[in-house]
């Protein structure tokens, strides 16, 4: 059974950073893709960051230059390193994780989130 296990986040002052991790298990996704999403209260779940299957790291705008995404050598962790952090940051962030990228686009599996909350 595929798990995703987010921990890192927390409550920070504006210009903060957290650390977010994903730790997968029940499945090796070496090769696949993985990846963070973000959903605010009252607002769609969005795409913040993910590495794909050829290891290329893509950011969303509102992500690049200030987070960084990263995943352990063995890759079934993975990692958010989120610096400057902003209130319109606070969200609960996801993890997601799929073997290629047909399930990326439709089926990925999902953690339970961590809520960041980032106060001005």
């Known amino acids: 059974q595929v798990q995703l296990v987010e921990s890192g986040g927390g409550s920070v002052q504006a210009g903060g950073s957290l650390r977010l991790s994903c730790a997968a298990s029940g499945y090796t996704f070496s090769g696949g893709y993985m990846g963070w999403f973000r959903q605010a209260p009252g607002k769609e779940r969005e795409a913040v960051a993910h590495?794909?299957?050829?290891?290329?790291?893509l950011y969303t705008d509102s992500a690049k230059g200030r987070f960084t995404i990263s995943q352990d050598g063995a890759e079934n962790t993975l990692y958010l390193q989120m610096n400057s952090l902003k209130p319109e940051d606070t969200a609960k962030y996801y993890c997601?994780?799929?073997?290629?990228?047909?399930?990326?686009?439709?089926?990925?599996?999902w953690g339970q989130g961590t809520q960041v909350t980032v106060s001005s």
């Open positions: 590495i794909d299957g050829r290891r290329n790291r």
């Open positions: 997601a994780a799929a073997q290629n990228l047909g399930s990326w686009l439709r089926d990925k599996y």
